[in-house]
């Protein structure tokens, strides 16, 4: 997937302008192979990463059942004493409590290790960050899944321990992506493009809830298995395969690039003088490039926006993640819909976070301002979860309203978290100190994670004593905290636009 050095040079000559700057009387395009290998790559490892935990979420009702067998088992196989050797619970209410108590244990150590990821993603290797927590993170779903049911082995005190590591493995992934594919796309045109790539997090759960459904009737064992084989694969797919910036095979980087462009509406040069002109592609040497000192994490915070956004992200990934961890739960619970059929009706909201992200990331690009588009979005998903809340017991309509809830809540979540971070990470202000991408991804999925986290403990506990339409008001109350926090956000860009709208008018 490295092409030879002088092959990169060549690239670099068809890499270096946007599309619509004329140069030398032709139109060159800003993409490469090279981005489209980055874009690829980066967007499996990460759907391999949400695949593996939509697994889990995929069989609580299998795992449920394991953990707390029925008395009505008649099974002559096996004697009594061996049926309540796995019996954690005595309910298979106690049981989904636990499932709800591992989904928070997963988030807050995710969480954490997301804030610690985005330090480290921006002193180290990113290539090696990523491919380790991928491999790693593998072997420990393998030994939660598959391993412990193999040896009829199982211990509250050791999942939860796994779950723990799997959470600080697992947040080596987001910060790591977003971070190279901020070193490969610049800003304009980065809402549709990272609202495109972004659905690698909807492609993921698509992808977990179809390898579980297809083994689920082998042994709930067996989806871990297979979503964690495929995992290892592709993380050493990606050490062997991934670049993590243009710069290591000698193209302009993102910010020369960019400070090129700014001079786009001038002739890059004169007509009389266009057979003197012919550019430099040399490869830089090691030595020659400098080097970038990251900046703290308490200068990462204090950048315009970080906290703002940081704080709407964790309520609104707590609506989002509560659909991805209990959907399918929902749907086999409150319908009696089986559970491999749950898992395919649930993969609709993936679907519609999918277009909703990058629909509302073009749409962002051409208004130049993310956050209106968001403040719609979320306004209309409050209606969307209202009329999702009332859904008849009808796959078709559920699925539909499923779809729609999606759009509104999935895409805005997923332009938060890549486009959004992504241009916080690259603002004016730390032009000089570009080493801050990873470190902002990390601080504001780190603080959506934290609210997520406590989330999932809170849906399980409304669910429990006041029922599922109580969640979907819990949904709504956090929706509308996400527009409260970036308000003031809203309120600015919209003023902007409405004078840009007057100066164009006035020119006219």
Same mark, same amino acid.
């Given at each position: 997937?490295?092409?030879?050095?002088?092959?990169?040079?060549?690239?670099?000559?068809?890499?270096?302008?946007?599309?619509?700057?004329?140069?030398?009387?032709?139109?060159?395009?800003?993409?490469?192979?090279?981005?489209?290998?980055?874009?690829?790559?980066?967007?499996?490892?990460?759907?391999?990463?949400?695949?593996?935990?939509?697994?889990?979420?995929?069989?609580?009702?299998?795992?449920?059942?394991?953990?707390?067998?029925?008395?009505?088992?008649?099974?002559?196989?096996?004697?009594?004493?061996?049926?309540?050797?796995?019996?954690?619970?005595?309910?298979?209410?106690?049981?989904?409590?636990?499932?709800?108590?591992?989904?928070?244990?997963?988030?807050?150590?995710?969480?954490?290790?997301?804030?610690?990821?985005?330090?480290?993603?921006?002193?180290?290797?990113?290539?090696?960050?990523?491919?380790?927590?991928? &491999?790693?993170?593998?072997?420990?779903?393998?030994?939660?899944?598959?391993?412990?049911?193999?040896?009829?082995?199982?211990?509250?005190?050791?999942?939860?321990?796994?779950?723990?590591?799997?959470?600080?493995?697992?947040?080596?992934?987001?910060?790591?992506?977003?971070?190279?594919?901020?070193?490969?796309?610049?800003?304009?045109?980065?809402?549709?493009?990272?609202?495109?790539?972004?659905?690698?997090?909807?492609?993921?759960?698509?992808?977990?809830?179809?390898?579980?459904?297809?083994?689920?009737?082998?042994?709930?064992?067996?989806?871990?298995?297979?979503?964690?084989?495929?995992?290892?694969?592709?993380?050493?797919?990606?050490?062997?395969?991934?670049?993590?910036?243009?710069?290591?095979?000698?193209?302009?980087?993102?910010?020369?690039?960019?400070?090129?462009?700014?001079?786009?509406?001038? *002739?890059?040069?004169?007509?009389?003088?266009?057979?003197?002109?012919? *550019?430099?592609?040399?490869?830089?040497?090691?030595?020659?490039?400098?080097?970038?000192?990251?900046?703290?994490?308490?200068?990462? &915070?204090?950048? *315009?926006?970080?906290?703002?956004?940081?704080?709407?992200?964790? &309520?609104?990934?707590?609506?989002?993640?509560?659909?991805?961890?209990?959907?399918?739960?929902?749907?086999?619970?409150?319908?009696?819909?089986?559970?491999?059929?749950?898992?395919?009706?649930?993969?609709?909201?993936?679907?519609?976070?999918?277009?909703?992200?990058?629909?509302?990331?073009?749409?962002?690009?051409?208004?130049?301002?993310?956050?209106?588009?968001?403040?719609?979005?979320?306004?209309?998903?409050?209606?969307?979860?209202?009329?999702?809340?009332?859904?008849?017991?009808?796959?078709?309509?559920?699925?539909?309203?499923?779809?729609?809830?999606?759009?509104?809540?999935?895409?805005?979540?997923?332009?938060?978290?890549?486009?959004?971070?992504?241009?916080?990470?690259?603002?004016?202000?730390?032009?000089?100190?570009?080493?801050?991408?990873?470190?902002?991804?990390?601080?504001?999925?780190?603080?959506?994670?934290?609210?997520? !986290?406590?989330?999932?403990?809170?849906?399980?506990?409304?669910?429990?004593?006041?029922?599922?339409?109580?969640?979907?008001?819990?949904?709504?109350?956090?929706?509308?905290?996400?527009?409260?926090?970036?308000?003031?956000?809203? !309120?600015?860009?919209? !003023?902007?636009?409405?004078?840009?709208?007057?100066?164009?008018?006035?020119?006219?």
């Amino acid at each position: 997937m490295r092409s030879a050095p002088g092959a990169d040079a060549q690239e670099g000559r068809r890499a270096v302008a946007w599309p619509g700057v004329l140069q030398r009387g032709r139109l060159l395009t800003r993409f490469s192979h090279h981005h489209v290998v980055v874009f690829l790559l980066t967007f499996f490892s990460y759907s391999l990463l949400h695949a593996s935990r939509k697994t889990f979420s995929n069989v609580k009702v299998s795992i449920s059942k394991q953990w707390t067998p029925s008395a009505w088992n008649t099974s002559t196989e096996l004697p009594a004493e061996t049926w309540s050797s796995n019996r954690l619970f005595p309910s298979t209410e106690e049981a989904t409590l636990f499932l709800g108590t591992l989904d928070t244990i997963f988030l807050f150590s995710y969480a954490v290790g997301l804030f610690i990821s985005g330090i480290v993603g921006d002193r180290l290797n990113l290539r090696w960050v990523l491919s380790f927590g991928m &491999c790693s993170s593998a072997l420990v779903v393998f030994v939660f899944g598959t391993l412990t049911e193999w040896l009829h082995f199982y211990n509250k005190w050791f999942y939860c321990g796994l779950w723990i590591v799997n959470g600080l493995l697992q947040s080596t992934g987001w910060p790591c992506v977003v971070a190279v594919m901020g070193n490969w796309f610049g800003k304009a045109g980065r809402g549709v493009v990272f609202g495109l790539w972004s659905a690698c997090a909807s492609v993921g759960n698509i992808l977990g809830a179809c390898l579980a459904s297809s083994v689920l009737q082998y042994g709930y064992e067996y989806a871990f298995l297979v979503t964690a084989s495929v995992q290892f694969a592709g993380g050493i797919v990606i050490f062997f395969g991934l670049l993590v910036s243009p710069e290591e095979i000698g193209l302009l980087g993102i910010e020369r690039e960019e400070n090129l462009e700014e001079d786009s509406h001038r *002739p890059l040069i004169n007509a009389e003088n266009e057979d003197e002109y012919e *550019p430099s592609y040399s490869i830089p040497k090691a030595s020659d490039v400098p080097h970038v000192k990251a900046i703290s994490f308490g200068q990462a &915070c204090c950048l *315009p926006g970080v906290i703002p956004y940081s704080l709407a992200y964790a &309520c609104l990934k707590l609506v989002n993640y509560s659909f991805f961890f209990w959907l399918p739960f929902y749907l086999s619970n409150n319908f009696g819909w089986k559970e491999a059929e749950a898992d395919k009706l649930s993969i609709w909201y993936d679907v519609g976070g999918i277009v909703g992200g990058t629909l509302q990331g073009f749409i962002s690009d051409v208004l130049q301002r993310r956050a209106p588009v968001l403040a719609l979005s979320l306004l209309l998903a409050v209606g969307s979860l209202v009329e999702y809340s009332r859904s008849p017991n009808n796959k078709s309509i559920n699925a539909l309203l499923m779809a729609v809830t999606g759009f509104f809540i999935g895409g805005p979540s997923n332009m938060i978290s890549s486009a959004i971070s992504a241009d916080l990470g690259r603002q004016e202000l730390i032009q000089g100190s570009s080493e801050a991408l990873a470190t902002v991804t990390g601080i504001v999925d780190g603080t959506g994670s934290i609210g997520a !986290a406590v989330g999932q403990y809170l849906v399980s506990l409304i669910q429990d004593n006041l029922g599922w339409m109580w969640v979907f008001y819990f949904f709504i109350l956090m929706t509308s905290c996400t527009i409260l926090f970036i308000s003031p956000l809203i !309120a600015r860009e919209v !003023a902007s636009l409405v004078r840009r709208r007057q100066a164009h008018a006035l020119r006219e």
